[in-house]
C-alpha cells in the first residue's frame, strides 16, 4: 500500500516534467497564434478603418462584414480563382512527382547520381517565391525575353501579354507553383515509397508483374495515406497562395481580378486598414482551412488504428 | 539524485533559452529607461556646445534638436539639399550634416504605398517620441498631399517664421494644394510643375519634316490634330505615346473633383480620355503597360520608338534616364512644345512634422530652398528643374544662354511659365492618389479588350471602395 502510493507520486513528478517542457510550445502558441486569432474573430464584428489619418469606428456591426463579403461575390469569386489555380498546378505537379518518386525510389533501376537530381529538383523551393515571380514578370513581360524570342522565331508578329489573357495568367501563376512545389512532393512521396515493403514489389516480380502493375497495384494503393496528407497540405497552402500571383500580376490579380487570389483581396483591405472585412475574410479562411486539417487528423489517426 | 539533477539542468537550461527569446523584444523594453537616461542627460550637457555651434554656423537655434530627421520617398530633394543647402555635408547615402545637426534620411520608395504607410505609422505620434526619432520634415506629394495637410500632423509654415511675403513670389497653385481647410499654409514647394509636351526630335524629323518647337505644336495643337499625327506615327513604326496613361495626366487636370459628397464621379473630361485612348490602343498607336513600367520607359531610348512624353519639368531631367549613354536624353534629343492641352502634373512639397525638435532649422530649409530667388535660380541652371519663383523664371524664360541640354538646348520655360500661370488645383481631395491608380488600372482591362466599358468602371468602383470604404458610387 505504502509503495503503491509512492510509485503514483513518482508517475506525478515526473508527469511534471512532461508539461514544463511544454511551456515554450504554450507560451509561443499562445502569444503568436491564440491570441492573433481571438482579436481577429473579434475585430470582425467591428467596422473599422482609416479615411485618409481619421479612424473611422470601430463600431459594431454585428455580421455585415461576412455578408458584405458574400453578397457582393468577392468571396465566390476569388476563392474560385484560387481552387482553379490551385487545381491547375497541382494536377501536373503529383503526376509529375509520382513518376519521379516511382523512378528514384524503384531499387531496380538504380538511377545514377540520384541524390544530384534530388538536390536540383529541389533548388526551385529555395528561391524566394517572390524573386521566383519577379523573374517570372520579367521574362513574360511585353518588352521581355519570351516575347522577342517567339518574335524572332516567327510565331507571332505582335508582343503577346501574357499577363492580360485569363489562361495565360492563370496558367503561368500554375506552372511556377508546379515548378516550386514538386520537389517537395517528390521527396514526401519518395519517402512513402521507400516505407512500402520490397518483399511486396520482389513477390510481384516473382509472379511477373510488369512495372506499370507494381505502380498501380502496389505502390498507388499503398502510397494512399502519403498521398493524401500530401493533397491536403498543398490544397491548404493553394488556398493561402499569395506572393506569386501577387508579384505576377502587381497586385491585382490581371485581367479583372481573374487571377486574383484570397489572400490578395485580403491585402487589398491594407489600403484603409480596414480591420473589420480582412478579419472578416480571414475567419472564414480559417474556418476552411480547420475543416481540411480535420480532415488530414482524422485520416491518419483512424489509419494508425488499423 | 542524478537523473534528477540532470533534468532540472536541461529544463532550467530550456526555460532559459526561452526567456532568452522573449529577450529580444522584452530586454530592450525593459533596459530602454535604463539606456536612455544618459542619453536624455546628454543632450542637456552638450546643448550649451551645441548652441555655440549652431550660432557660429548661422542657424540661429536654442530650440535645436540634434538629429533632424526628413523621412522622403526618392532621392530627388536629397540632391537637392545637398547640392543647393549651404552648409549641408554628406557623410553617406543615409546621413548627411548640417552644422552640428544630424540629418538621418528614411527613404521609402512610393509602391505599394509603402511610403504613406510609413507616415501614417509614425506622424500621429510624433509628437510624443523620443527626441531624436521625431521626424521633423517629410515631403508629398500633389495627389495625397490634403491627407497630411488637412490634419494637425502638419504645422502651419507661419509658426516656422515663414511670412506671407517670402511665398509671394510661388505660383498661387503651389500653395492652393497645400492650404487646410481654415486656409493656413503647411506646405512649401521648390518646384511648379507645369506640363508639356516632350517629343522625340528624330522622330519629329522623320515624319513631321521639322523638330521645330513650333512646327510640332501645330501637328499637337489639339486632340483631333493630335490623333492624326499618331496615325501618321503609327505608320512610320513610332508609338505616338508609350502607353494610354501618359495623356491621362493633362485630362484628369482639367477635370473636376473626383469625389463630391462622398460620391465617386467620373467625370466627362476623363471619359472623353478613355474613348480617345481606347481609340489609340486599338489602332495600335499606344501601349498599355503601366506609368513607371519598363514598357513604359523603353521609350527614353531610340530603340523604343516612342514619339512623346507628357510630363512636367522633373520628369525631364530626373526620370528620362539622362544619365545613361545609350538614352535619347543623354544625347539631348527631346524637344518640348506646348501640346494639345495645358495641365500640372505632381510635385513635391515641404511640409513639418508636428512635434519636430528643429523648427528653426526645418524653416530655414524651407526659406532656402524655396524663397531665396539666388538657390532656385541655382537649381535650375544645375537641374533644369522648374522652380516656384514666378518673377525669377520669367527672366529665365527671355534669357537666351540658358537652355537645356536633354532638350537639345531648348529654352522651354516660357512654355512653363505660360502654363504655371492657369494651373488651377482647387479641385484636390484627399482621394486622388487612390482613384487615380484605381481608374487606370481598370481601364487597362477595357484597352486590351478584356472588359467592357461598363465592366471596367465597376471594376473601378470595387477598387476604389476598397481602398476607401466611406465612399458610395
Redesign the interface.
Known sequence: MATEKKKTSQVVKYNK?GY??L??FV?VYLIFQMIPLISTIYNSFFEN??????Q?GPTWVGLQNYITIFQ?GDVPKYFGNTMVMWIAGFIPQIVLSLLLAAWFADTRLRVKASGFFKTVIYMPNLIMASAFAMLFF?LF????PINSLLIQMGMID?PY?FL???VSARSLVAFMNCLMWFGNTTILLMAGMMGIDNALFEAAQVDGATSTQVFFRITLPLLRPILLFVMITSLIGGLQMFDVPQILT???G????QSMTMIMYLN?????K?YG?AGAMSVFLFIITGILSLIVFKFSTSESND | MKKKLL?SLL?VA??S??LVGCGSTAAPAAEAPAAEAPAAEAPAAEAPAADAAATDAAAPAADEGKVLNIYCWNEEFKSRLTDHYPGYEEVDATHGKIGDVDVVWTITPSD??AYQNKL?EV??GNADAAADDRVDLFLVEADYA???V??D?TLPVADLGITDADVANQYQYTKDIVTDSTGKLKGVSWQGCPGVLIYNREAAKEVLGSDDPDKVQEAVKDWDTFLATAKKMKDAGYKMTATANDTYRVFSDNAGKVVENGAIKVDDTIKKWVDMSKEMVDA?ET????LW???WS?GFYPEGKVFCYFGPAWLIDFCMAADDEASIAHAGGWGATTGPQGFSWGGTWICAANGTDNASLVGDIMKKLTCTTDIMLDIVKADNDFVNDKPAMEQMAADTSYGDAVLGGQNALAMFCAGAEKIDRSNMT?YDQ?YTESFQ?AM??YF?G??TYE?ALD?FY??VT?????LTY
Open positions: 516534467w514544463i517542457f511551456i515554450p507560451v478603418y482609416m479615411s485618409g489619418l481619421k473611422i457582393n520579367t513581360s511585353e518588352t521581355g505582335t501579354k492580360s489573357h485569363v502587381n497586385g491585382e490581371t485581367p479583372m481580378r487589398k483591405h491594407l489600403f484603409s480596414n472585412m | 533534468s529544463s530550456m526555460v533559452a526561452l505599394d504605398n501614417d506622424l500621429p490634403l491627407k497630411y488637412d490634419e500632423v495600335g501601349g498599355t503597360g503601366d513600367g519598363d514598357d523603353a484627399i487612390g488600372q487597362k482591362e486590351e478584356n472588359a465592366e471594376l470595387t477598387s476598397e481602398k476607401y470604404p466611406e
